[in-house]
Every structure is written in C-alpha cells, then in structure tokens.
C-alpha cells in the first residue's frame, strides 16, 4: 500500500521532470522557435483608374496605374491610433512605412484610398466599401535600410471617373 502511494506521489513529478527535459532537447528553445520577431510594419499597394487609358493601360484590368494617387494606413492598435499617408509613384505603386505599429498589431490596421489628382478619374469605386477599407495581408520580412519590416499587402485600389462623364481620348 505504501508503494501505491510513493508511485501516486511521484508521478506528477516525473511528468514535470520529463517535461522539461524534452523542451530543452538538443538546446532547442521552444518558446523563443515558435514566437516571430517583433517588427515594424511596411504596406504596399498599387491604385488604378478604371476604364481610362492612360500610360501603362493594362488592357485584362481595363485600368492603367494612377501616379500621385493618396492611399492612408489607418491603425487602432494604440490610443491615439496611427495615420500614414503614402503617395504613389508613376506606376501607380505605394509603400507607407511607420515604426509606430508592428506586426502584433497590424491587424489592427487598414488600408482606405485618399485621393486621386486626377479632376477625371476620381471616385473611389475599390474596395467597393470605403468606410471599412482594405485589411492587410502578411507577405514576407524584408530588409529595409539597415532594419527588417514586416511586409503587408492591401492589395489594388480603383478610382473611376464619375457617372456621365468620361476620360480624356489618347491620341
């Protein structure tokens, strides 16, 4: 009976003994393999304009890139929150960087189309709901200058010219 109750005893210590030393096997570290780095974020997206053809027209989109396009990162991971406005190039691609937000809080942010410079092709017709925006979708880490980011995408944008009126003819 005595032995019942020393092997009742020393199981639970066993488990904890065996437990332990099955995590530091090899010297691998099981919390530090499974946690990923914390890291400032990077977002990139292209926006468009729909249906004109302008330089760039890619004919299966029926849309050519918008150079000077205003997209905004908008995240509500810490109070106040954290607004980045990003600018596109003449491919119509942007890249907002903030060290304000990493990647344990980049769920919290999305992606809402500015402005277009464009007096012709300027109602935001994608995403189709502007008042939510568009989520990020994780991508890679990337160097960047000396650091690493977290690489997000938000995917394509699209302005549009208004109902009624139409984009200017290419010669």
Not at 15 to 20: A, D, E, M
Not at 21 to 50: F, M, N, Q
Not at 88 to 112: P, S
Request: charged share 15%.
């Amino acid at each position: 009976m005595a032995r019942n109750w020393i092997l009742v005893l020393s199981l639970p210590l066993l488990v904890v003994l065996l437990g332990s030393l099955l995590s530091h096997a090899e010297g691998v570290d099981t919390a530090k393999a499974t946690t990923p780095p914390r890291l400032p974020i990077a977002v990139e997206g292209v926006i468009y304009c729909r249906s004109c053809k302008l330089p760039g027209y890619v004919e299966s989109m029926d849309a050519s890139p918008l150079p000077g396009a205003v997209a905004w990162l908008r995240c509500n991971s810490s109070a106040p929150g954290v607004t980045v406005k990003g600018t596109t190039d003449k491919n119509g691609y942007f890249l907002i960087q903030t060290n304000a937000v990493t990647n344990y809080g980049a769920h919290k942010c999305r992606v809402f189309l500015g402005s277009s410079p464009l007096s012709y092709c300027n109602v935001p017709v994608y995403p189709a709901d502007q008042r939510s925006g568009a989520p990020l979708k994780f991508e890679r880490i990337i160097k960047l200058g000396s650091g690493q980011r977290a690489l997000y995408t938000a995917g394509a944008f699209a302005f549009a010219p208004a109902k009624g009126s139409s984009c200017p003819r290419r010669p």
